[in-house]
């Protein structure tokens, strides 16, 4: 009948785990709140809560490394081990020719880079209504706008303080852009999700709460970088001291490292300075500069920028409004950053990385809470509730796992599978789920999808079949078994499940026929839409990341520090007049 078409969706993983769930849960609550050897022992990667968090587990491998779903699932919760190959090119900006030393930022892609980069336009003041072609000086930033670093490293006990809005006269400054060559392969430790994404929403959890160690000293998205920056490199001379960690991978808008070691024969070679352009060198218009108010880079020896600007200050006036057309976005520098982001939407070319997937560890395999205190984004995963000491097993296993991993021992591409899965099974799903489609489409498609693993010769046996449908993708990882990590077990089972679940509810399906009544199309619709909204893959949400055939368009979604909160929830193309802003920075989250 049509309900129970419907309420089939969710049977299966509910009756894969079931059985776990009680052992899970016994797991979280004899916990003690002092962590000792031995209770810290009982806190493990359960194979029952990864099947429980399967498509959870499922999306962080089939994202990872890509702009796109790392957006749609911006509070990740696992880490892996990336080697960067020698010869790739990195990109640094800042107000000096002279090479960094200690730890910086390096961004992937030119165009990121360029907007720390730039040189201040001399500046001696205006009428207040920009009636000198000068914009009125900014406001003074929210709490939650980026801040430039100080030129020293503080203790982590001492949290850089905001140096003044710049706002005074000053004179011009050149900025200038690095150029850095990995001279050797990179070992870097990535974190998943939007993890540069400096605010309360939990994009900094796994950093903060799990590396850290911060539960009961929590750090300030935007303040607390330089501090985090500095407490994130130390652990690669102190925890990881042997596993040869050069620094911290993580994406905002546009991907980034953390570089624990910029002097000479920390691992970079200095390919080239270039200072860059005022904007009477160039012709370029004032308008193309406004992205940047105008701090420009610091005086040397005063103050150097940090991993990005922030979002512009909400009371930042612009002719339309924030946000809204000719505002703060409208900017020729900032649109060409989007662009260049855009293109890293579905990954990046090969040889750029290697993400080590049999080293993941992640929070959806431990027997923690990951609820989400704020009620109105209860989808968000949170580790802010986590017990100190589930904590403390999953940095162990980081730890353990650094140590461990290296190029000579194999790593199995679980990601290639992910993307077997969901390009055999995404479009057909929505193609299902369309208002336009009808009966004897939706039953070609189902049947495509099923029959080749139905042995209709002899009686037809459900779970045999499901068995073979869900197995389809798992051979090759299968035949490589002997060389698995205690992680790799893990990823299997939750993408048993998740191949499992699509199977078993096609199965359900394929009785639909173009003699089917209105109400079954409806209920199979309905299942499909549920299947789809439990699997969450980032190719479902909105304009999925696709090309909008139009150049000034990009399909768009909140990526740090540009959005608003209509961007996340419903992606669509925008030209760079209609981008918000306003998702991290005003506690949307």
């Given at each position: 009948s049509a309900m129970r078409l419907v309420s089939r969706v969710g049977v299966v993983a509910a009756a894969v785990v079931c059985s776990c769930?009680?052992?899970?849960?016994?797991?979280?609550?004899?916990?003690?709140?002092?962590?000792?050897?031995?209770?810290?022992?009982?806190?493990?990667?359960?194979?029952?809560?990864?099947?429980?968090n399967a498509p959870q587990i499922f999306n962080s491998v089939n994202n990872a490394m890509r702009q796109w779903g790392s957006s749609v699932h911006h509070n990740g919760m696992s880490l892996f081990l990336v080697t960067v190959p020698a010869g790739n090119l990195f990109y640094h900006g800042c107000g000096t020719p002279d090479r960094r030393a200690g730890f910086e930022w390096l961004a992937f892609e030119p165009e990121h880079a360029v907007l720390f980069g730039g040189s201040r336009e001399p500046w001696s003041g205006h009428d207040g209504n920009g009636g000198d072609g000068r914009p009125p000086p900014p406001a003074p930033p929210s709490p939650n706008a980026q801040f430039v670093m100080a030129s020293e490293e503080p203790p982590p006990s001492e949290p850089p303080q905001r140096p003044p809005f710049p706002g005074r006269p000053t004179a011009g400054r050149r900025g200038y852009f690095h150029t850095y060559k990995a001279e050797r392969d990179l070992r870097i430790l990535y974190v998943d999700g939007q993890a540069a994404a400096k605010g309360?929403?939990?994009?900094?959890?796994?950093?903060?709460?799990?590396?850290?160690?911060?539960?009961?000293?929590?750090?300030?998205?935007?303040?607390?970088?330089?501090?985090r920056a500095t407490m994130l490199c130390n652990l690669t001379k102190t925890e990881w001291a042997g596993a040869?960690?050069?620094?911290?991978?993580?994406?905002?808008?546009?991907?980034?490292?953390?570089?624990?070691?910029?002097?000479?024969?920390?691992?970079?070679?200095?390919?080239?300075v270039v200072g860059s352009p005022f904007k009477n060198e160039t012709g370029q218009a004032e308008e193309t500069r406004r992205f940047l108010p105008p701090s420009g880079p610091p005086d040397e020896g005063e103050n150097r920028e940090a991993s990005e600007p922030g979002p512009p200050p909400?009371?930042?006036?612009?002719?339309?409004?924030?946000?809204?057309?000719?505002?703060?976005?409208?900017d020729a520098l900032s649109m060409e950053w989007i662009r260049a982001v855009t293109q890293r939407y579905h990954g990046f070319e090969p040889e750029r990385f290697d993400v080590d997937f049999s080293s993941m560890v992640s929070a959806f395999w431990y027997p923690l809470n990951r609820t989400n205190p704020d009620v109105r984004?209860?989808?968000?995963?949170?580790?802010?509730?986590?017990?100190?000491?589930?904590?403390?097993?999953?940095?162990?296993?980081v730890r353990e796992v650094l140590h461990?991993?290296?190029?000579?021992?194999p790593s199995m591409h679980w990601q290639a599978v992910s993307d077997r899965v969901v390009s055999s099974f995404g479009p057909?799903?929505?193609?299902m789920a369309g208002e336009s489609s009808t009966a004897a489409a939706m039953a070609w498609q189902i049947n495509s999808l099923i029959n080749p693993f139905i042995n209709y010769g002899v009686r037809v046996d459900r779970n045999e079949s499901v068995s073979h449908c869900a197995s389809r993708h798992l051979a090759r990882p299968l035949e490589l078994q002997q060389h698995w990590t205690k992680e790799d077990h893990l990823v299997f089972a939750a993408f048993e499940v998740v191949g499992h679940h699509i199977c078993d509810t096609l199965f359900d399906l394929r009785t639909l026929s173009d003699k089917s009544s209105e109400d079954d199309v409806l209920?199979?619709?309905?299942?499909?839409?549920?299947?789809?909204?439990?699997?969450?893959?980032?190719?479902?949400?909105?304009?999925?990341?696709?090309?909008?055939?139009?150049?000034?368009?990009i399909c768009f979604i909140p990526m740090f520090p540009a959005g608003g909160e209509d961007d996340h929830f419903h992606p669509r193309c925008k030209t760079i007049d209609e981008i918000g802003h306003g998702y991290f920075s005003r506690g949307i989250w």
């Open positions: 769930t009680h052992a899970s849960a016994n797991a979280v609550t004899r916990k003690s709140s002092t962590a000792s050897p031995a209770s810290l022992s009982e806190i493990s990667p359960d194979v029952c809560v990864a099947r429980a309360p929403m939990g994009t900094l959890d796994t950093q903060d709460l799990v590396l850290l160690g911060l539960k009961n000293n929590p750090m300030d998205g935007m303040m607390g970088e330089m501090t040869k960690i050069d620094g911290i991978l993580r994406m905002e808008a546009g991907f980034e490292i953390i570089y624990c070691d910029f002097a000479a024969g920390g691992g970079l070679d200095l390919v080239s909400p009371d930042y006036p612009g002719p339309g409004g924030p946000g809204g057309p000719g505002g703060p976005w409208r984004r209860s989808e968000l995963p949170r580790l802010v509730n986590a017990s100190e000491d589930a904590l403390l097993a999953m940095s162990g296993r461990d991993r290296d190029a000579t021992k057909r799903l929505e193609a209920a199979a619709k309905t299942t499909a839409r549920n299947l789809m909204k439990w699997l969450g893959w980032a190719r479902f949400r909105g304009c999925g990341g696709q090309s909008c055939g139009d150049p000034e368009r």
